[in-house]
């Protein structure tokens, strides 16, 4: 789980934990690091925290020869390390900044990680689950109704480069027992990307990025099996399995996590 320190990648953590999978928190070094474990040790979940840069290969090979050498093997990757607007404008909320405002420097940096960064972390995972013979990727991702927000341009167009790249995984992935799949909230969150006294003409009802919880551990239950190229909307998430006939395994899944 990258970028799981934090925010909605956090909340992922906790609700696989949970679930009694075994996680690996993966972010960069930090006191961010060892306070969100902290956090799920005093909720008596355990994770295991690995420092990962999703701009480095070489971390990001260290962290799957590790995870290897740890369980033997990964069933599921989770990307959801990114920059958020805040890196870029701290007060986007009230103030957005024309596109023309923000530097070169800034476009590349917002690239490297929230798109490139994706893009390095599962291509370093793939040999692994080619291997295994099976794997999941789940990618979290931006809703496709937000990507032209006033404002975001240094932070939209890298997501849609990742949503895209996505579906272009799971295109190529189709037929094996190699997965990819799109997770998006269904609007902004209340985390490092989106402050809570953020004007809701301009962003709408903000969500607790804790509903990114239920359908992540869904994704990863042997339930969700087969499941390819799908783009789950979080804040949806019931309407979504009732649309593609999957109702009765959320049900039964909701039954066997009770």
Not at 25 to 38: F, W
Not at 100 to 122: C, E, P, W
Not at 173 to 198: H, K, Q, R
Request: glycine share 12%; proline share 4%; charged share 20%.
């Amino acid at each position: 789980m990258t970028g799981g320190s934090s925010g909605i990648g956090l909340e992922i953590v906790r609700a696989l934990a949970r679930e009694g999978a075994f996680v690996g928190m993966a972010s960069r070094a930090g006191q961010r690091l060892k306070d969100a474990k902290q956090q799920l040790r005093s909720e008596g979940l355990d994770v295991f925290a690995v420092v990962l840069d999703v701009e480095s290969y070489e971390s990001i090979t260290e962290v799957v020869n590790l995870l290897k050498s740890h369980w033997g093997g990964v069933d599921i990757l989770f990307n959801s390390a990114g920059m958020g607007m805040e890196s870029f404008n701290p007060d986007y909320a009230t103030g957005a900044m024309p596109f023309y405002s923000f530097t070169h420097q800034q476009l590349r940096k917002a690239m490297d990680v929230n798109y490139i960064g994706y893009f390095a972390v599962t291509q370093s995972f793939m040999p692994l689950f080619i291997e295994q013979g099976r794997g999941r990727i789940v990618n979290v991702g931006m809703d496709s109704d937000l990507l032209t927000v006033r404002g975001f341009s240094p932070v939209s167009p890298t997501r849609a480069a990742s949503n895209a790249l996505t579906m272009i995984m799971a295109r190529e992935l189709e037929g094996s027992a190699i997965t990819a799949n799109l997770l998006t909230p269904g609007g902004f969150v209340v985390s490092g990307s989106m402050s809570a006294d953020a004007p809701e003409e301009s962003f709408g009802r903000l969500l607790d990025p804790a509903v990114m919880g239920e359908p992540a551990a869904f994704l990863s239950s042997p339930l969700a099996e087969g499941i390819n190229g799908e783009t789950v909307v979080a804040s949806a998430f019931d309407e979504w399995a009732e649309s593609h006939g999957l109702g009765g395994r959320l049900r039964e899944w909701r039954g066997s996590s009770a």
